[in-house]
């Protein structure tokens, strides 16, 4: 039997049935205790932990058969399912049709899962504790680790230990009499829950093969800079480069271990907290969450010169026109340090630079589309200040990269690894995951190819809500501009010529346009 509200989640895969093994586990026995009825009292049963048949290798005696089953393989450090929560469609094999989430909500059960979430995240932790008491339905939504993940976030703004779980992190953090009180958590039995089993999942998840099969990228080495411009700068295309960071410092010296000891206790940008180096690593090797807490810090070599001095920028992106601005400069480097599964999920680069991204440790799969082609689930504004997309990447991965596959115009696909460099285009999207613990270095920049774009871009009636990196949105425009004139005399006029004279090339009819009467169909004759 198909589990239906699970395949939504996971569909297409093939698999066999055969002969149950000695070692199999069924889910009738699972269900030996009586079943509970709706009206009995809603109070905290225990229940083994319980995975969907797919990833128990569960095989029911029958005759060998074909069926749609998903078939992903779940990473060997994920923890358990915290609260035995199952996708809605196992209550379908279940031998009763009872679903401990209903009657434990009330009048709150017509509500979908997202919603309620959305409602619970209004609350603050003393209420969240106290209506986890109410029914055991409840006491699954209010622990539910990413509402205390949110509270964590906006009350400890300097860095916190974490401790494996954000509920268990933010007890300690305030009342750390009850810290080994809030460590563990009640296995509820029976609560089906597509939405709070998908968090889970997208947490617990390996990278597919077939996600990381492709690589359609170009890949160069050696090339020289006017190489690179001509064929990949003025076209606005991307490239993997290789063998530019063989001087570099960082490949041979930066790694955890080194980078605590240089700069254990300095604090850095992860997410919307500083947190010091040390503590994040601590928070790094413990998480397992679908949406790991990325460090992306700005400002990384004003606070440790020794990280400003370890690299340098490859050649060819070092004519960069922002620098004429100085200290006012937009933000334009990063240190950037994340766990397994962390990265970023699509979008495209602040004030239409251009940016390179060169791995130091670990390797990261890219997924990119051209400035014209929106990725399959993305939803950017038509202002495009903002950007609805899945909550996780995995979930996007799941999801809608399988769309990509019939798409006529297929995304640029890659694994960049350590001492390899990615050339992203202004406004191309993109997507990053870090397939291992991963270090690296990006930076955005603006060369005379992308000149004109960024101007037009600063000068665009919403730049106070499109411009970001800077204080003064409103006026980069007018600063940038002065500053280039004065710095590179007539450079402004010779991309606007450069740009019209491309662009009546383009128009230019070929030699058969000139020929053809499109209208008809057939030759016309103009000797």
């Known amino acids: 039997m198909l589990r239906a509200s699970f395949q939504k989640l996971r569909p297409n895969i093939k698999t066999k049935k055969k002969k149950k093994s000695a070692t199999s586990h069924t889910i009738s026995e699972t269900k030996k205790k009586k079943d509970k009825k709706p009206n009995q009292d809603d109070r905290f049963p225990i229940q083994t932990p319980f995975l969907p048949q797919e990833f128990q290798g569960v095989e029911e005696e029958e005759e060998e058969i074909e069926e749609e089953a998903p078939a992903f393989d779940i990473k060997s450090s994920a923890s358990s399912n915290i ?103 009640i296995q509820v039995r029976d609560f089906y829950s597509d939405y709070l089993f998908q968090s889970w999942l997208c947490a617990s998840l390996e990278m597919k093969p077939e996600w990381l099969e492709i690589d359609n990228i170009e890949r160069r ?65 413990l998480v397992k969450e679908e949406r790991p807490l990325y460090l992306f810090d700005p400002k990384f ?104 596959k019939k798409w006529k115009r297929r995304p640029v696909e890659c694994v960049c690894r350590a001492g390899e460099v990615v050339f992203v285009p202004n406004g191309w999207w993109h997507l990053v995951i870090n397939l291992e613990d991963s270090i690296a270095i990006t930076q955005n920049y603006v060369s005379r190819r992308n000149l004109l774009n960024v101007l037009d871009f600063l000068k665009r009636p919403n730049a106070s809500e499109l411009v970001s990196g800077t204080r003064d949105r409103v006026n980069l425009y007018d600063k940038f501009r002065t500053a280039v004139e004065a710095s590179y005399p007539g450079i402004i006029d010779e991309a606007t010529r450069k740009a019209e004279e491309k662009k009546a090339q383009q128009k230019k009819p070929t030699f058969w346009e000139s020929v053809t009467d499109a209208k008809v169909g057939g030759f016309k004759f103009s000797f």
């Not at 622990?143 to 703004?157: C, E, I, K, T």
């Not at 080495?221 to 295309?237: A, M, R």
């Not at 480069?241 to 041979?252: I, P, R, T």
């Not at 440790?361 to 200040?385: E, I």
């Open 301 to 404: 070599a004003e606070k440790v010169p020794q990280l400003g001095a370890d690299y340098e920028v490859p050649p060819y992106f070092r004519e960069d026109l922002f620098a004429v601005l100085g200290v006012e400069r937009p933000d334009y480097r990063w240190a950037i340090i994340g766990p397994t599964g962390s990265g970023s999920s699509f979008h495209v680069d602040p004030n239409s630079t251009s940016a390179w991204n060169a791995v130091i440790r670990g390797s990261k799969k890219w997924v990119l589309f051209p400035p014209d082609v929106v990725p399959p689930g993305v939803h950017p504004s038509p202002d495009g200040a903002e950007v609805a997309c899945p909550v996780s990447i995995i979930e996007w991965f799941m999801n809608f990269y399988g769309a990509t």
């Open 83 to 185: 609260h035995g929560v199952q996708p809605l469609g196992n209550l379908l094999l279940s031998h009763s049709p009872y679903n401990s989430r209903n009657p434990g909500l009330g009048n709150l059960s017509s509500l979908p899962d997202d919603l309620l979430i959305d409602i619970l995240s209004l609350l603050g932790p003393t209420q969240l504790a106290q209506l986890s008491i109410a029914s055991k339905a409840l006491y699954v939504f209010s622990n539910h680790d990413p509402l205390w993940r949110a509270l964590v976030l906006d009350s400890l703004h300097s860095g916190f230990s974490f401790t494996g779980l954000w509920k268990s992190t933010y007890v300690s953090a305030f009342y750390p009499s009850l810290s080994g009180q809030a460590s563990k958590g």
């Open 221 to 285: 080495c050696g090339i020289s800079v006017e190489e690179f411009v001509l064929g990949f700068e003025e076209l606005n295309k991307p490239v993997l480069l290789e063998g530019c960071l063989e001087k570099w410092a960082a490949v041979e010296k930066w790694d955890w271990d080194y980078l605590v000891r240089v700069c254990g206790d300095t604090s850095f940008s992860v997410g919307p907290v500083e947190m010091k180096l040390g503590e994040y690593f601590q928070y790094a090797d």
